[in-house]
T-cell receptor, first 115, second 109 residues
Framework: ETGVTQTPRHLVMGMTNKKSLKCEQHLGHNAMYWYKQSAKKPLELMFVYSLEERVENNSVPSRFSPECPNSSHLFLHLHTLQPEDSALYLC??????????????FGPGTRLTVL | GQNIDQPTEMTATEGAIVQINCTYQTSGFNGLFWYQQHAGEAPTFLSYNVLDGLEEKGRFSSFLSRSKGYSYLLLKELQMKDSASYLCAALDSNYQLIWGAGTKLIIKP
């Protein structure tokens, strides 16, 4: 595998289900991100992990719970979601250095539908 | 507040040139990114500008004017495969990316 991979690619869940999204990066990066992408809206940054510590939360509802067990893996745990949470969830990674910034590399996303 | 503006949709003809504009208002500025996103696929990096001027990369060029808070992406010799959404994102003083909603580019034969 190369780059950033995400599983599953598609997910349909009921409002009472619990599911998890998985992201893995094979680039040796030290930061990982979860984004929500809704039609015709800007990408919404949900969570950032740098060196495996969460550095950004952006007031995301508690029904979304991230987990970063190591620098290569990132999870997004979902429970009691709402229909408005239906969107494309993108994972990204980058190499972050002090006073410098490199481009983010994105995974293909998980298309989530909440019924 | 922080904001990125870019057109929602543009249409161009195969073989032609198209310019996609982006204006930004951010708290501080540390550069501007352009990404390409084909339908159902991941965004992929196209360019990064932090200094004023034009950067050329093959058929694609990106321009930045920091004093005007303005950037554009120029696509030459358009091909059908260039049909995609083009995302503009500015890096603010905290090195956080502020994203635009994207411009959907439709290429017609």
């Amino acid at each position: 595998e190369t780059g950033v991979t995400q599983t599953p690619r598609h997910l349909v869940m009921g409002m009472t289900n619990k599911k998890s999204l998985k992201c893995e990066q094979h680039l040796g990066h030290n930061a990982m991100y979860w984004y929500k992408q809704s039609a015709k809206k800007p990408l919404e940054l949900m969570f950032v992990y740098s060196l495996e510590e969460r550095v950004e939360n952006n007031s995301v509802p508690s029904r979304f719970s991230p987990e970063c067990p190591n620098s290569s893996h990132l999870f997004l745990h979902l429970h009691t979601l709402q229909p408005e949470d239906s969107a494309l969830y993108l994972c990204a990674s980058s190499q972050v250095r002090d006073w410098d910034y490199n481009e983010q590399f994105f995974g293909p996303g998980t298309r989530l539908t909440v019924l | 507040g922080q904001n990125i503006d870019q057109p929602t949709e543009m249409t161009a003809t195969e073989g032609a040139i198209v310019q996609i504009n982006c204006t930004y208002q951010t708290s501080g500025f540390n550069g501007l990114f352009w990404y390409q996103q084909h339908a159902g696929e991941a965004p992929t990096f196209l360019s990064y500008n932090v200094l004023d001027g034009l950067e050329e990369k093959g058929r694609f060029s990106s321009f930045l004017s920091r004093s005007k808070g303005y950037s554009y992406l120029l696509l030459k010799e358009l091909q059908m495969k260039d049909s995609a959404s083009y995302l503009c994102a500015a890096l603010d003083s905290n090195y956080q990316l502020i994203w635009g909603a994207g411009t959907k580019l439709i290429i017609k034969p």
